[in-house]
């Protein structure tokens, strides 16, 4: 089975939605596809709003997280593989990129237990910044978009 870009570039990654090192946390794993990345996701109860719905600021992480693994992907087709543990992307060879901006739309309530699909897809990208288009797909039908602003970390010393 293919590996998720995660497990690939992020193996001991303790971010809470996409690291698997983080056992707490949402353990997303994405995929690589043509037009993007793509990702399946079941929320257990511990992420209830108190309605039996996801809670709203677990579906930002969801965005944020997945288009990350996108960031992931087109980091790989830009500058070459890389390891983020190794922090061998600190430099002008493998860049990092950071959330700058997300902007979240809710559209549809998301029932716990319920298996949701991700997608995130590249609309933009330089060497300064990129940004990402993503959503969250419940029953076919978008529960929640966000547009995603990535801005390249530049150290300074």
């Keep these: 089975m293919e590996q998720s870009l995660q ?4 193996p001991n990654g303790t971010c809470f939605g996409c690291g698997p090192g983080n056992a707490d946390g949402l353990q997303i794993k994405s995929y690589s596809t043509d037009q993007g990345v793509i990702a399946t996701w079941t929320a257990p109860e511990k992420f209830d709003n108190g309605f039996g719905f996801v809670n709203g600021g677990i579906l930002c992480t969801l965005l944020d997280c997945h288009s990350a693994a996108c960031v992931m992907k087109e980091t790989v087709k830009r500058y070459g593989d ?3 543990d190794n922090f061998e992307h600190f430099d002008n060879n493998h860049p ?4 700058n901006q997300i902007n979240v739309t809710f559209r549809r309530p998301i ?5 949701i699909e991700l997608f995130s897809e590249c609309v933009s990208w330089d060497d300064n910044a990129c940004r990402f288009r993503s959503e969250i797909r419940f029953n076919e039908k978008i529960a ?7 801005k390249r970390f530049r150290s300074r010393n």
């Design 7 to 10: 497990d690939q570039y992020y």
């Design 82 to 84: 890389f390891c983020i």
């Design 144 to 150: 929640a978009n966000a547009d995603v602003l990535w």
């Design 96 to 99: 990092v990129y950071l959330t």
């Design 111 to 115: 029932l716990l237990h319920s298996e």
